[in-house]
């Protein structure tokens, strides 16, 4: 399903959720986006002090390690709204009508219970680090400049939330097009034929040459 899904809305309360949950799901991939830009400030900091002044960023790595699950975590709810998390779809993609139906609710489902758990681990692995009683209310901190983990350790559970959020509002919107027969469901990645996916990106490109013109 990577990169050829849609997502259809209109004015029923489903819509409206996953237009709502969409739009915290942005803000988290705008975080991640901002991460992966650190990354690369914190990157030409480092390299040029090691060179010009013989004095690299302190704690390099440790800043790496706090970074990382933003960009690793804080945009999965937000691609798997546009279907854009790669998957196998020699079975799937043969299938139309009410089957399709239940086989996306069945594989949506079993993800939310898969990351329900990991919720659940990765808040209690949270929860060993974070402490009220001790100095920046951490456990454990990093090795080199003793920056707290907890900060860190809670992004995953917080981002996985969501997902679940997203996962939830998928299986009502899947059950709804199983149940009643639906043949483009709201609040459900739709797989885009070839001609389809072909429009839509000569559309961009369209937008994308006209804006420059009106820029000139």
Same mark, same amino acid.
């Given at each position: 399903m990577? /990169? /050829?899904a849609?997502v259809?809305?209109d004015g029923?309360r489903?819509?409206?959720?996953?237009?709502n949950?969409h739009?915290?799901?942005r803000?988290?991939a705008l975080?991640s986006g901002?991460a992966v830009?650190?990354?690369?400030?914190?990157?030409?900091?480092?390299? /040029?002090?090691?060179?010009l002044?013989?004095a690299?960023?302190?704690? =390099?790595v +440790?800043?790496i390690?706090?970074?990382?699950p933003?960009?690793?975590?804080?945009?999965?709810a =937000?691609?798997?709204? +546009?279907?854009?998390?790669?998957?196998?779809d020699?079975?799937?993609?043969k299938l139309?009508g009410?089957?399709?139906?239940s086989a996306?609710f069945i594989t949506?489902f079993?993800?939310l &219970?898969?990351?329900?758990?990991?919720?659940y681990g990765s808040f209690s692995?949270?929860?060993?680090s974070?402490?009220?009683?001790?100095?920046?209310w951490?456990? +454990?901190?990093?090795i080199?400049i003793?920056i707290?983990l907890?900060?860190?350790?809670l992004l995953?559970?917080?981002?996985f939330?969501?997902l679940c959020?997203?996962f939830?509002l998928?299986l009502v919107g899947y059950g709804?097009?199983?149940?009643? /027969? &639906?043949?483009?469901p709201?609040?459900?990645p739709?797989?885009?034929?070839?001609?389809?996916q072909a429009?839509e990106e000569?559309?961009h490109?369209?937008?994308?040459?006209v804006d420059?013109?009106?820029?000139?």
């Amino acid at each position: 399903m990577a /990169g /050829g899904a849609s997502v259809l809305e209109d004015g029923s309360r489903l819509s409206r959720l996953d237009q709502n949950l969409h739009k915290l799901e942005r803000k988290f991939a705008l975080v991640s986006g901002f991460a992966v830009f650190s990354l690369m400030v914190l990157a030409v900091g480092s390299v /040029g002090g090691r060179n010009l002044f013989n004095a690299p960023l302190p704690g =390099y790595v +440790d800043w790496i390690e706090q970074v990382m699950p933003l960009i690793a975590f804080m945009g999965v709810a =937000y691609t798997q709204r +546009d279907g854009g998390h790669i998957r196998m779809d020699i079975l799937i993609g043969k299938l139309r009508g009410r089957a399709l139906w239940s086989a996306e609710f069945i594989t949506t489902f079993v993800m939310l &219970i898969v990351m329900l758990a990991l919720v659940y681990g990765s808040f209690s692995h949270f929860l060993r680090s974070f402490d009220f009683a001790r100095p920046l209310w951490s456990n +454990d901190s990093s090795i080199d400049i003793a920056i707290p983990l907890w900060p860190a350790k809670l992004l995953v559970p917080v981002a996985f939330s969501v997902l679940c959020a997203r996962f939830a509002l998928q299986l009502v919107g899947y059950g709804r097009a199983m149940i009643h /027969g &639906i043949s483009e469901p709201v609040a459900v990645p739709l797989v885009m034929s070839a001609a389809a996916q072909a429009a839509e990106e000569a559309l961009h490109v369209t937008e994308f040459d006209v804006d420059k013109k009106d820029a000139r």
